[in-house]
């Protein structure tokens, strides 16, 4: 589980003297925990990585957010936090691979218009995985139903 191989590298972090890993590793894995205790049971690999997703999120939220204000010091820091939590997720599919799954599921469902996005966004989720963002999904099926419903609309 992930959680083990928290706990491990933060061990590594602490002997290497390593700040910042050893403060995200620390964050990690008591945001684990904490969703442990809230669920009341041991997380599967998919609910851990949920975990680090949502602190990920948290880290690009902080970025945009310090950076409009002018503390370029604090949001460097969030950035190589994120770089950390980056490391415990699988890799990202690629912007064309993503686009290529979203047609193919909405091709697929004859979805079509704003109407049928909630279904195609949770369809390319499950075909997905883990391997693309939410926000990115969700965009990547706004723009093909969306063109796809302008193109429609101007045939009638």
Same mark, same amino acid.
């Given at each position: 589980?992930?959680?083990? =191989?928290?706990?491990k590298?933060?061990?590594? $972090?602490?002997?290497?003297?390593?700040?910042?890993?050893?403060s995200?590793?620390?964050?990690?894995? =008591?945001?684990i925990n904490?969703? +442990?205790?809230a669920?009341?049971?041991?997380? =599967?690999?998919?609910?851990?990585?949920?975990?680090?997703?949502?602190?990920? *999120? +948290?880290?690009?939220?902080?970025?945009?957010?310090?950076e409009?204000?002018?503390?370029?010091? +604090? $949001?460097?820091?969030?950035?190589?936090?994120?770089?950390?939590?980056?490391?415990?997720?699988?890799?990202?599919? =690629?912007?064309?691979?993503?686009?290529s799954?979203?047609?193919?599921?909405?091709?697929?469902?004859?979805?079509?218009?704003?109407?049928?996005?909630g279904?195609a966004?949770?369809?390319?989720?499950e *075909?997905?995985?883990?391997?693309?963002? /939410?926000t990115?999904?969700?965009n990547?099926? +706004? *723009?093909?139903?969306?063109? /796809?419903?302008?193109?429609h609309?101007?045939?009638?």
């Amino acid at each position: 589980m992930l959680q083990d =191989s928290v706990t491990k590298l933060l061990m590594k $972090a602490i002997k290497d003297k390593d700040e910042v890993r050893v403060s995200v590793l620390r964050m990690l894995s =008591s945001a684990i925990n904490y969703e +442990k205790i809230a669920r009341q049971h041991d997380l =599967s690999y998919e609910e851990e990585i949920a975990v680090v997703k949502r602190e990920v *999120k +948290k880290r690009k939220d902080a970025i945009v957010a310090y950076e409009k204000v002018g503390a370029l010091d +604090k $949001a460097s820091w969030e950035q190589q936090e994120l770089e950390i939590l980056k490391e415990f997720l699988p890799p990202e599919i =690629s912007d064309t691979e993503l686009l290529s799954i979203a047609k193919q599921v909405i091709q697929e469902n004859n979805f079509s218009g704003v109407k049928d996005m909630g279904k195609a966004i949770s369809k390319v989720k499950e *075909k997905v995985g883990f391997s693309a963002d /939410g926000t990115e999904i969700a965009n990547v099926v +706004k *723009k093909i139903l969306f063109n /796809g419903y302008l193109m429609h609309e101007q045939q009638k």
